[in-house]
Structures are given as C-alpha cells and as structure tokens.
C-alpha cells in the first residue's frame, strides 16, 4: 500500500463498460504546467464540502471557491474560501463549460450528488475530481472512479471498487475485495469487512461494523453504531447491535 494517494482528475475506469476497471495511478508528483492543475471550485457547502476544499489544498491546487447548488447563502467565506453564488449563476456555469476551472460534488445526499454529475457532465464533458486526504492508505490495486472523496484516516484494501460519487468519512476501513456502489455514504469510522457489496445510495452509519460477505442492497441505511450480520434487503432501515429493521428510517441516520 502507498500512504500518499494522489488527487486523480477523472474517474479511474470507463462505466461504458461495466467491467473494465483500471489501477488509480499513484504519481505523487504535480506538473505545474498540466492543465489539470487549474483552481477548483467545490460544490456544496457543508462539511463535506468545507474538508475537501482543504484536501484540495493540500495538493497545491487553488480552491477557486463554494458554489451553492440550489439556495444562495449568507455567507461571504467558508474557511477563508469564498462562497461565489449558485451554480445556476450565469457567471460560474461558464467558468465550468470553458474548462477554466474543476469541480468537487460535495453534497451530503446521492440523489443530489447523481443530479448534479449529470448535469455538469452534461454541461462540461468533463468527470468531478476524485478527492483522497493524504493520510488516507489505498490499495495500489483499488479502483476509484469520477468524484469519490475520501477523508483523512480511511484505509481502502487490495481490490477494493468504489464507484462514482461516493463519500467516505473519517477513519473508514474499507478491507480487500470490497465493492461500493455510486453514490454510497459511509460515516465516521465504519468498518466494511472483506467482500462487503454496498449498493448505490446506501447510508451506513458513524461507528457501523458490517461484517465480511454482507450485502446492502441499494438505499438500505445502516444506523450509527450498528453490527451488521446480514444482508440488507433495498431501501431497509438497520439499527443496533445486532442490527434489525426499524419502522422509522430516521433512526438509522
């Protein structure tokens, strides 16, 4: 394993075809003169939005600013970085389709993360970077695609797949031939054991342990702390150690 993952521009594998899947390269180094060191812009505002910005940072590039997806906000600055407007501001659309800048998704739900993908892409021809913390340990052999990010602490074993969009949280361990679906969001310190399938959209929960050979199917949501111990059916709500099925969805966030 490499301690220092580098900041990829694009997605690491071609989705048209659902099985062809390359190495992430790990060059630690930056070519000042490459055009994929323009300034980024982040799309979100909240934590997640306000730690990669810092991670961007930490890779020398410049962090152009926040874009609200939808409601302007109040605020002038996050972190000393400038809240610009919203993304359908005539201004910063075109900064995007000019390729004068890059762009993180950092929204906290997948719904948007997806919406926002598709239109940008749309808009852009271009994938949202992918986001690893330095401190992060990956796998030479795993595979990241388009707009994964991934927060300090995470170690992310050999042959592990995470699709596009998907967001790991502080000190997540991923272990080896594990598999995310698009869009999943795992909390502060979960825990997946080996070959855990996680479907696109799921939630797992701050603390959560789903242990090796589990499926969560695609939206199950995994409550804070739980012990997983068996599959999760779509759209199933778990909490508690065992986890079981709650009536109330909001339990398991």
């Known amino acids: 394993m490499t301690g220092h993952p580098p900041l990829p521009h694009e997605h690491s594998h071609d989705h048209s075809h659902e099985h062809a899947h390359e190495h992430v390269a790990h060059d630690l180094?930056?070519?000042?003169?490459?055009?994929?060191?323009?300034?980024?812009?982040?799309?979100?505002l909240g934590a997640d939005a306000r730690a990669a910005a810092e991670i961007v940072a930490l890779y020398d590039r410049v962090v152009y600013g926040f874009i609200t997806a939808e409601q302007p906000s109040e605020a002038l600055e996050l972190n000393h970085v400038p809240v610009l407007g919203r993304l359908s501001d005539g201004p910063y659309r075109q900064l995007l389709e000019r390729e004068q800048v890059d762009y993180v998704i950092a929204e906290p739900l997948a719904?948007?993360?997806?919406?926002?993908?598709?239109?940008?892409?749309?808009?852009?021809?271009?994938?949202?970077?992918?986001?690893?913390?330095?401190?992060?340990?990956?796998?030479?052999?795993?595979?990241?695609?388009?707009?994964?990010?991934?927060?300090?602490?995470?170690?992310?074993?050999a042959n592990v797949r995470i699709e596009r969009l998907t967001t790991l949280g502080p000190g997540c361990i991923v272990e080896a031939d594990a598999e995310l679906g698009a869009a999943v969001t795992l909390q502060l310190g979960v825990r997946l054991g080996q070959k855990v399938v996680v479907e696109d959209e799921a939630f797992v929960g701050?603390?959560?342990?789903?242990?090796?050979?589990?499926r969560l199917?695609?939206?199950?949501?995994?409550?804070?702390?739980?012990?997983?111990?068996?599959?999760?059916?779509?759209?199933?709500?778990?909490?508690?150690?065992?986890?079981?099925?709650?009536?109330?969805?909001?339990?398991?966030?």
């Not at 180094?29 to 979100?44: A, F, K, T």
């Not at 940008?120 to 990956?138: D, E, I, K």
């Not at 701050?206 to 589990?214: E, K, L, T």
């Open 29 to 44: 180094s930056l070519d000042r003169d490459d055009p994929r060191n323009r300034p980024v812009v982040i799309i979100g």
């Open 111 to 157: 719904t948007d993360r997806i919406r926002l993908m598709t239109e940008l892409f749309q808009l852009t021809g271009r994938h949202p970077l992918t986001v690893v913390h330095p401190s992060a340990v990956v796998s030479a052999s795993a595979d990241l695609a388009a707009g994964v990010l991934v927060h300090a602490g995470c170690v992310i074993g």
């Open 206 to 214: 701050a603390g959560a342990n789903v242990v090796s050979g589990v």
């Open 217 to 253: 199917e695609r939206g199950a949501q995994v409550g804070p702390g739980s012990l997983v111990l068996k599959s999760v059916k779509a759209g199933t709500a778990v909490f508690g150690a065992p986890a079981a099925p709650v009536a109330n969805p909001s339990e398991a966030r």
